[in-house]
């Protein structure tokens, strides 16, 4: 294992900014993991794990150790006609996983098809799409504990995934380093199509076929459905450097989103259990105007205002100002502080 000084990190996250780290490495397994970490030029220092780098925003150099996992494979750790569950390390490529999941005609990630990343943060952020979150499938994370130096396997219920957010984010950060998720899949037919356009693109391609046998198929139609929704509406980060959506919808208690409804009919939202109500953080930003806007070299995307994106040589400090002058407008106009689902360091 190598790790390399002053490290060019444009390449290593999906906004592309020209940052570095003090030091960069990969471990292949968990024994190199804990050799790294063991270093004593690390001791002081802080430590960042990545992924892919899709969900960070760097607005600095990064002063410590960046360690990306590339425990790579999966294995079949249970298995009968109805389900399949699979122990998966924290290097795969999130969306090759989903493709060949799809392939064997596994079920239950195929709404989550074209997310950029490796399965190692799929419990950290909770991904979700289509109305499908990781949570769902995800039974176990196996992690390294930075305090106690040895690995445990946390169930997925002490993990607290919520709307992109998990106790890693909160109490647990900058403690467990993610080695390998247990995903549990269908192999039956339980489709869910009824978020956004995704039952109107598929009736539109001679919709779902019935039958047992029409399982793979209809899996690989869903992918595909996804996956053209995906690029008709979000920036491609090889061509335009970008984090998906910057912003989370603002979830409120019944009592302040009626109050706000009376001054906004129009904001969309959705009702959610326990009285809450998710509000569209992206149309509050198009209401104050952002909306294709840009400050300097970054912007806000003009077919989706929820991204922010790297016009070409951003410095990570003019992403950062865009995105705290829409906070701080979204505030004025609507009294809601949203809130970045991008990890901002
Ligand atoms: C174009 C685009 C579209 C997107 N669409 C969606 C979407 O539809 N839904 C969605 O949920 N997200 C979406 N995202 C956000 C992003 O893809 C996800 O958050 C993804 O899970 C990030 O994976 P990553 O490997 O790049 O993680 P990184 O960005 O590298 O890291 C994210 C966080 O996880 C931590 N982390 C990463 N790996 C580990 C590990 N092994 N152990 C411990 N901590 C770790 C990091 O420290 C950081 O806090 C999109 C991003 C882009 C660029």
């Not at 493709?99 to 596994?106: A, D, L, N």
């Not at 209809?218 to 995906?230: D, G, K, P, Y």
Request: charged share 25%.
């Amino acid at each position: 294992m190598k790790v390399q000084e002053h490290f060019c990190l444009k390449d290593k996250h999906s906004f592309h900014l020209n940052v570095t780290a003090r030091y960069w490495a990969e471990y292949r397994n968990t024994d190199e993991l804990g050799e790294i970490l063991q270093d004593k030029r690390f001791y002081k220092l802080p430590v960042l794990p990545v992924g892919g780098g899709c969900n960070l925003l760097f607005t600095r150099n990064f002063p410590g150790l960046v360690i990306k996992s590339a425990i790579s494979g999966w294995d079949i750790v249970h298995e009968n006609e109805e389900e399949v569950v699979l122990r998966v390390g924290s290097g795969l490529d999130w969306d090759q996983f989903v493709e060949s999941c799809v392939s064997q005609g596994w079920g239950g990630i195929e709404n989550l098809s074209g997310i950029p990343g490796l399965t190692g943060a799929t419990p950290i952020q909770n991904i979700g799409a289509y109305g499908v979150e990781a949570k769902e499938v995800i039974r176990y994370v196996e992690v390294f504990d930075r305090q106690t130096r040895s690995l445990l396997v946390l169930p997925v219920e002490e993990c607290g995934l919520a709307y992109r957010n998990s106790r890693f984010k909160q109490e647990w950060k900058d403690r467990f380093i993610v080695c390998y998720i247990t995903y549990r899949l269908n192999k039956k037919p339980a489709y869910r199509l009824d978020y956004g356009n995704l039952n109107e693109v598929l009736r539109s391609q001679g919709g779902l076929q019935e039958g047992p046998e029409a399982h793979r198929g209809n899996l690989a139609m869903i992918r595909r459905a996804v996956l053209a929704i995906r690029s008709s509406k979000l920036p491609d980060p090889a061509v335009l450097g970008n984090a998906g959506s910057f912003f989370k919808n603002p979830e409120l208690d019944v009592a302040t989103y009626s109050a706000l409804a009376e001054r906004f009919p129009e904001l969309p939202h959705w009702e959610l259990p326990g009285n809450k109500v998710k509000v569209s953080a992206a149309w509050m930003i198009e209401y104050c105007g952002w909306k294709g806007k840009s400050m300097g070299r970054a912007g806000v995307y003009p077919k989706q205002a929820l991204v922010l994106v790297n016009l070409g040589d951003a410095r990570g400090e003019e992403i950062y100002n865009l995105y705290q002058h829409i906070v701080a407008d979204v505030h004025k106009a609507f009294g809601i502080s949203l809130q970045p689902e991008v990890v901002v360091l």
